[in-house]
Structures are given as structure tokens and as C-alpha cells.
């Protein structure tokens, strides 16, 4: 609640409480699940990255436009930062594995 009260949210006691658990916090946990999970796979790792990456791009867009409608964009800046950041990470990611099955099938 406190935190939800900080980033300017206002929660309903009850069904208020239990939908933002379950959206801000079941559901981008069971996906990091998923995630951890694909990622101990190298049949699934460039699935797992380009997940994550299509996520950050998703998220950063709808705060980037967020920012610009609400004209809070300089005071988002500590948010986006680390966003672009996985993002530009997650990409690289895709690339790397991207190469390495490359390499590994002209090899194979």
C-alpha cells in the first residue's frame, strides 16, 4: 500500500489489494518462472530472450508514451534508464544466440 501510495496509485482495501498483488506481482513473477526456466535450456534460451526483450520494449514504449501524455517524462528518467538498459541487454542476447545457432548449424 505504502509503495502503491509513493508511485501515486490509490488502493481500494480488498479487491484493490488483491488485483494489484496478482497484476503487479503473480503474474510477473510466474512468468520469471517461465523464464528461469527456458533460460537453463539452450533449446529455449533464444525463445526466453526474445520474451524478455519483447517485454522491455512493450513496457518501455507504454511508459515513454505515458511520460510524453502526462508530461513527466524528465521526472521518469530514473525509471526509463534501467529499462532501456535490459532492454539493449535482452537484444544483445538475441543476437548472440542468434550467431551461436548460426555457427552451430555451418559447423554441424
Known amino acids: 500500500q505504502q509503495a502503491a501510495a509513493n508511485a501515486g496509485i490509490v488502493l481500494q482495501p480488498g479487491v484493490g489489494f488483491t488485483n ?3 497484476g503487479f506481482g503473480g503474474f510477473p513473477l510466474g512468468f520469471a518462472v517461465i523464464l528461469v526456466f527456458c533460460l537453463f535450456s539452450s533449446r ?3 525463445a526466453a ?19 510524453i501524455q502526462d508530461g513527466t517524462l524528465s521526472q521518469r528518467a530514473h525509471i526509463l534508464i534501467p529499462e532501456v538498459v535490459l532492454l539493449a541487454i535482452s537484444l544483445l542476447g538475441v543476437m548472440m544466440e542468434t550467431k551461436r545457432r548460426r555457427h552451430h548449424s555451418a559447423t554441424a
Open 49 to 67: 530472450m526474445a520474451s524478455i526483450a519483447t517485454i522491455a520494449a512493450v513496457i518501455l514504449a507504454v511508459r515513454l508514451y505515458g511520460a
Open 20 to 22: 494489484t498483488r496478482a
Open 44 to 46: 529455449r534460451l533464444l
